[in-house]
């Protein structure tokens, strides 16, 4: 704690020189104002450091009591039951829950962050612009996804460490030749996914290829396709999610290959389908109950001005979640 | 109707050199911008010819510009891809959309229409209290379930002819003993499909069984256990979703049995995993791209006082949307 005075909202208004009903405006319904207004208004917010913190009693007033998720897609199975296990935890402690997709323009996003309509802020999205998320004067924490330029502490899974137990499985069924199914290029759990499958391959001197993805079932069978073209096929794959390592056994066995007598297959979060389908997908284990539940704890304690987890400069989650493989039925010893 | 296309407040803004929210306060409240301001406004509006819908400026002055989305379990997989059409949809009109668990108890359900958090409300849940709902002052529109208490249009398919497609597919195969898994038991989409199904079995003169159900993947593993339980096991299995049918085959294969060729199971939804299951899954296809398309352009047409689609005391929507049977692998001709 600074020993500076306070600003004030008033402040801000003299330096911008404008009203402080203007400043109001500017910070809470961003589009009420022309884009001059906003840009004086947000400098000398910048300026003074300015912090709705002196607002926090503003936003006791507010009592908007809820929470906003933000994730970059909405129909992703993955995040539903992050969703679920969010809901039930913030309304066993009196708050409700708002779920918005996290694409939905710069203007927008600005203003989540001062329009009154949450408390806290559950982020599932590490590919904002980072300008606009530490704008945000709300307690926020990062869940899943991360982004090493958000001043924000993080939860989530070593996702690093986890690829690595995919292609341990895999090495330990005999396999010698791999090959990852990559998330979107610029997506940081599939950055560093395919960077653990890589260290892990080296470390166990097993052959890596690496196809594109997006974590979708349509990409897996995409790759499942490029896959029974190559001349000399990987036996072990690991994908970078579920979806997308039940689109590769789904095609696969529609191109006649046995699963996991031809190929294994090893997917990533554990899904409910996860363990339904036929076979049955070995995969890695994220705790999405636990972590939403989790998420909320910190946010809320972040809120009451007692954080649990501190922002680390390393990007490493201070506070981790434990993943495990789990085996089923689409991995088993690579073919003769 | 003229031919003209319609003017619309951006090209006014545009023409004028200011923002659209700057039109809008010119227009609505003169005094609160600037004497140039104001009149570059009025030129431009002249120009372009704009005209002032009184609904449409109440529209923009309203400050959520945001529409709620309240359903009743956020993991349900059959919601995402309705929560991600919403979303595009509205974000083309200019709103952003939040969606909220529906079960979030009524003192906290009865604010949201009074809060100002939104200007319109998707309910995709036909289980709440009608007094509650009809207590909203919001635009409102039910979306897949409904409740005939509720003062509210709706858009959904015909749950009851669906299922007779389902039944009358199965008895083309020459199925004459069916089973239906059922929905949750208070739920109207559940308490529809099931009359559908009996009523088609009737009029098909075959056998009919009701098992318990609440849509998910177990509710369907655990009919298929107690389906492997019976003496006479009907051929022809209908469940009243794709999750719980994916779970009814999973389950029949971990038995040993072959679908289709043991048994034919039909699904409904088609959600994405339906096509990529193995044996892909016949089922009901809802469009719910389409669907949450239609429900946004409804809300948006009652925000502007022109709606599409009134309010029918018969409890039959009057924009209904297609459904249809795809055909897939999980059904087949019946065993000798």
Not at 23 to 46: I, Y
Not at 151 to 173: F, M, S, T
Not at 213 to 220: I, M, Q, V
Not at 279 to 295: F, Y
Request: aromatic share 6%; charged share 25%.
């Amino acid at each position: 704690m600074t020993a500076r005075a306070r600003v004030k909202i008033k402040d801000v208004a003299t330096l911008a020189g404008v009203s402080t009903a203007t400043v109001s405006r500017a910070l809470s319904a961003p589009d009420s104002v022309g884009p001059a207004t906003r840009k004086k208004v947000m400098e000398a917010v910048k300026a003074t450091g300015y912090r709705i913190n002196s607002a926090a009693r503003d936003l006791r007033q507010r009592r908007a009591r809820s929470l906003l998720i933000l994730a970059p897609n909405l129909s992703n199975t993955f995040f539903s039951r992050i969703f679920a296990a969010v809901q039930e935890e913030a309304s066993s402690v009196g708050l409700t829950v708002q779920i918005s997709d996290s694409r939905i323009g710069r203007d927008r996003l600005l203003s989540l962050g001062y329009d009154g309509r949450a408390d806290g802020i559950v982020l599932l999205d590490g590919g904002l612009d980072p300008e606009v998320v530490n704008g945000w004067r709300l307690p926020l924490i990062q869940l899943s996804e991360w982004n090493d330029a958000y001043d924000a502490p993080r939860l989530g899974i070593d996702n690093h460490a986890a690829a690595g137990l995919a292609v341990d499985h895999l090495v330990g069924l005999g396999h010698r030749s791999l090959l990852h199914v990559n998330g979107p290029e610029e997506n940081v759990l599939a950055i560093t996914r395919r960077q653990g499958f890589l260290d892990a391959a080296s470390r166990n001197g097993a052959e890596a290829t690496v196809f594109p993805g997006d974590f979708t079932l349509e990409s897996g069978a995409e790759a499942a396709r490029r896959w029974a073209g190559l001349d000399n096929r990987p036996t072990g794959v690991f994908c970078a999610s579920d979806e997308c390592a039940l689109g590769f056994v789904s095609e696969c066995i529609r191109l006649g290959c046995d699963v996991p007598g031809d190929v294994s297959v090893v997917g990533f979060d554990d899904i409910d389908f996860a363990d339904r389908f036929v076979p049955s997908l070995t995969t890695i284990h994220q705790p999405r109950l636990e972590m939403g539940r989790a998420a909320v704890k910190q946010v809320v304690a972040m809120m009451q001005g007692t954080p649990k987890v501190e922002a680390d400069a390393t990007g490493t989650p201070p506070e981790r979640i434990e993943a495990a493989l789990v085996k089923r039925a689409s991995t088993g010893p690579a073919p003769a």
